[in-house]
């Protein structure tokens, strides 16, 4: 059993949230954020949501991560466009990330602290990446509109509160 998903450490992160008063429900309530198996379930069908949202979306991915501290798990999604598409403008490419960023606000396994999201060209690639199909999402910021958004290393950031901002509040009552 790994130190990620030991029962002992669920219920001490478990216990934790409930002395410092976190609401029943919370994902803290429940050791960290929710099951594995349901997390990578969701995260699946999360990907599924992101290749549906227009046809030059190749494929995707949709992952989580900690910044060290269980209760900060991010959401952290890779867009792979048709090579044919290089050239879309920013007005273009606001709609593919608003799309994703929309379902990524309504993703309800665990709340995201915050959601990065990368647009690369072409087919996801194996290690080591070539860094030059990444796109530049600075360009598009304008265009998406969201204040608060920002790029950095070509990658889009978002936080949660940013998120509701833009948004509304989410229909399962999470803050």
Do not use: C
Not at 138 to 154: N, Q, S, T, W
């Amino acid at each position: 059993m790994n130190a990620v998903t030991s029962p002992l450490r669920a219920a001490i992160i478990a216990g934790a949230a409930s002395a410092l008063g976190f609401a029943e429900g919370h994902p803290l309530r429940s050791g960290g954020g929710g099951d594995a198996v349901a997390v990578a379930e969701a995260l699946q069908n999360l990907r599924l949501q992101l290749v549906a949202i227009d046809p030059v979306i190749v494929d995707a991915v949709a992952a989580s991560s900690f910044d060290g501290s269980p209760e900060r798990r991010n959401l952290n999604l890779r867009l792979h466009l048709d090579p044919s598409v290089a050239d879309l403008p920013a007005t273009r490419l606001a709609p593919l990330l608003g799309g994703a960023l929309e379902r990524a606000w309504g993703f309800r396994e665990f709340l995201a602290a915050g959601v990065s999201v990368q647009l690369w060209l072409g087919p996801r690639q194996q290690l080591p990446y070539d860094n030059s199909a990444k796109m530049d999402l600075a360009p598009v910021l304008e265009a998406l509109d969201i204040p608060g958004a920002r790029v950095f290393k070509k990658m889009l950031s978002v936080s949660a509160r940013d998120l509701e901002r833009h948004f509304g509040p989410r229909s399962d009552g999470a803050k």
